[in-house]
C-alpha cells in the first residue's frame, strides 16, 4: 500500500483511483524494460551490469525528483 492509499499523502478519491491504476501499470512497465533490456544486452554480462547499473541510477534520481515535489508540497 503506498502513501496515498495509506492515508501519509491527503488525496481523494480520483488521485486514489489514479495512483491504484498507477500501480498496476508500474509492474507491467517494469516487465517491458526488463525484457527490452535483455534483448538489448543479448547475453552480455558486461552489457548487462552497465544496463542495471544505468537502471538503478536512474530510478534513484526519479526517486529524488519525485521526494522533492513532495517536499514542496508540504
Known amino acids: ?23 498496476q501499470y508500474d509492474i507491467l512497465h517494469a516487465d517491458d524494460w526488463f525484457e527490452a533490456l535483455e534483448k538489448a544486452v543479448q547475453g552480455d554480462k558486461l552489457k548487462k551490469l552497465e544496463a542495471l547499473s544505468a537502471a538503478h541510477t536512474t530510478s534513484k534520481a526519479l526517486w529524488m525528483v519525485l521526494d522533492e515535489f513532495q517536499s514542496m508540497r508540504n
Open 1 to 23: 500500500q503506498g502513501p496515498v492509499q495509506s492515508g501519509t499523502i491527503d488525496a481523494d478519491d480520483a488521485a486514489c483511483r489514479y495512483f491504484d491504476l498507477h500501480a
